[in-house]
């Protein structure tokens, strides 16, 4: 149906060798036209030169000649719009049997494709994959299942005694008595000097604490 319609690839070298000829044809109808249209100007010129020397007639068959030139130019020019136009139209054509020729051959290799991939290997591909993914599941819950000892441990028993080590540690925090009381203001009365505490004496503990502090800061 597609050969009938746009040709067979021997038509198709064909109509490349006929838009070759007809741009030949183009360019040599151009230079015809160009050789005419100075021919014209020159009988003009001459006509001009007749005029002045007061030759009428002779000026008069330089504008007949002219005119003649005039015709054949004109006559060329609808001879290259007719070029022109059938250019167009097998340039037109050729397009359209190259987008053709494209799509046929996105039809053979979808089609190609098509038979390559089945539907039901998909399918079959389709549930070897859930397959090995359930699979895969089982496994990663088998593997995090505690076995053995840890197994048989009671997760109840073992909330309840972490509340418990909660419980004990809270009730210890409350009961530890205050290390230091916050100091009692001295009121100095005007004119008498104010009598400074003596320094406490650190402890060890605080000394070490002091110690350890400033080796960590060098």
Known sequence: ?????????????????????????LEMLEKKEKVLLK???????????FTRAKNKRAAIQCLKRKRLYEQQVEQLGNFQL?????????????????????LRTGASAMKAMQKATNIDDVDQTMDEINEQTENMKQI????????????DFDEDE????????EGAELEE?????A??????????????QSVRPAPQKNTAEEDELAALQAEMAM
Not at 39 to 49: G, H, I, L, P, R
């Open 179 to 192: 290390t230091t009381a916050p100091a009692a203001p001295v009121h100095v009365h005007p004119g008498r």
């Open 39 to 49: 021919k014209a100007s020159t009988e003009v010129e001459k006509a001009k030169e």
């Open 82 to 102: 007719r070029i022109h136009d059938q250019m167009i139209m097998l340039e037109g054509a050729k397009a359209t049997t190259e987008t053709v020729d494209a």
């Open 158 to 165: 073992l909330e309840a005694e972490l509340e418990e080590l």
């Open 140 to 151: 990663q819950e088998a593997l995090a299942t505690p076995i053995g000892a840890a197994a």
């Open 1 to 25: 149906m597609f050969n009938r319609l746009f040709g067979k690839p021997k038509e198709q070298t064909s109509a490349l060798a006929t838009l070759d000829k007809l741009n030949e044809t």
């Open 173 to 177: 925090q409350l009961l530890q008595p």
